[in-house]
């Protein structure tokens, strides 16, 4: 069983070392996976001008496994979360480096609670 907070409970190391899926991500740290690097698991939006305000849900679920985003959190405030389950109408994350987690549901909670990074 992993004891690593990005991947799923389910997956032993020695899995992950044989699978290119996760050949590279496994180990790194999470704030080095994705392309967005202003950003670390857990950082508040620093501008607005760093999101992108998507029009259609289709955008919002073209995110992948270790992409970062951010997701507005409970107080209104948006934060930098990593997807680890993108769902036709449910999205799962990583909030922070301890493996806490978070999941929407819904099309319309996805929609308005979750914003792609500008690259």
């Not at 180990?27 to 996976?33: A, G």
């Not at 998507?54 to 979360?81: N, P, Y």
């Not at 997807?83 to 990583?94: I, L």
Request: proline fraction near 3%; charge should be positive.
């Amino acid at each position: 069983m992993s004891d690593h907070p990005l991947l799923p409970k389910s997956h032993s190391r020695r899995h992950i070392s044989n699978n290119p899926r996760y050949h590279g991500h496994a180990i790194r740290s999470s704030s080095s996976i994705a392309s967005n690097s202003k950003y670390s698991l857990g950082d508040l939006l620093h501008s607005k001008g760093n999101i992108v305000h998507d029009d259609t849900i289709e955008r919002i679920l073209r995110l992948k496994e270790f992409d970062k985003c951010m997701v507005r959190r409970a107080g209104g405030k948006w934060s930098c979360l990593q997807a680890t389950d993108v769902g036709k109408d449910e999205m799962k994350f990583v909030v922070d480096k301890e493996g806490k987690k978070k999941r929407i549901a819904g099309r319309g909670s996805l929609l308005h609670n979750v914003r792609r990074l500008r690259k």
